[in-house]
T-cell receptor
Framework: AQSVTQLGSHVSVSEGALVLLRCNYS??????LFWYVQYPNQGLQLLLK??????LVKGINGFEAEFKKSETSFHLTKPSAHMSDAAEYFC????????????FGQGTRLTINP | DTGVSQNPRHKITKRGQNVTFRCDPI?????LYWYRQTLGQGPEFLTY????????KSRLLSDRFSAERPKGSFSTLEIQRTEQGDSAMYLC???????????FGPGTRLTVL
């Protein structure tokens, strides 16, 4: 079965510092991986996705993620945090067969300190 | 592009009452998904439609839950005899068949007292 694990339910960084949110996946087939962001009382917005093309994926708002098969990881990074990045971030893998449903991690709440 | 819309955004109800939520997907999207998100957790898949056909349901979807998509456009999710454990955010998403990206609506937050 395909699944993702997000390490760290809460991450706190200073404004201007590096943001690193960790995600490891488990999949018996080449995975399609996603990062979504959720602001308070809102739905999920797609940040970026990996679909077996380039291993370094660039997304919106300056975020990027690197797919590392040897480490089964898809960590999300941003060089310099902004106050507006404070939100909940979810890593997800898609089940390609049938419904193509998303399987999400538990989420990481990112707090930005001024 | 008007995006995925959901109504109502918030619903407070008493235990035992029935509630119905509506989702309007992006107009050309033929796939529609319902997910449930409880506090501090990631969304979990509930059910999926391709056009008007409901093709998959999660074991999370008890007999008190029913979803429809009568004309292959909007969808409704009904919960009968609500329980406190049904309190959650109910998210709708849509996509094109064959596409890997799902677009989410703002969600309906249900509180069962």
């Amino acid at each position: 079965a395909q699944s993702v694990t997000q390490l760290g339910s809460h991450v706190s960084v200073s404004e201007g510092a590096l943001v690193l949110l960790r995600c490891n996946y488990s999949s018996s087939v080449p995975p399609y991986l996603f990062w979504y962001v959720q602001y308070p009382n809102q739905g999920l917005q797609l940040l970026l996705k990996y679909t077996s093309a380039a291993t370094l994926v660039k997304g919106i708002n300056g975020f990027e993620a690197e797919f590392k098969k040897s480490e089964t990881s898809f960590h999300l990074t941003k060089p310099s945090a902004h106050m507006s990045d404070a939100a909940e971030y979810f890593c997800a893998v898609i089940i390609i067969q049938g419904a193509q449903k998303l399987v999400f991690g538990q989420g990481t709440r990112l707090t930005i300190n001024p | 592009d008007t995006g995925v819309s959901q109504n109502p955004r918030h619903k407070i109800t008493k235990r035992g009452q029935n509630v119905t939520f509506r989702c309007d997907p992006i107009s050309e999207h033929n796939r529609l998904y319902w997910y449930r998100q409880t506090l501090g957790q990631g969304p979990e898949f509930l059910t999926y439609f391709q056009n008007e056909a409901q093709l998959e349901k999660s074991r999370l979807l008890s007999d008190r839950f029913s979803a429809e998509r009568p004309k292959g456009s909007f969808s409704t999710l009904e919960i009968q005899r609500t329980e406190q454990g049904d309190s959650a955010m109910y998210l709708c998403a849509s996509s094109l068949e064959g596409a890997d990206t799902q677009y989410f609506g703002p969600g309906t937050r249900l509180t069962v007292l």
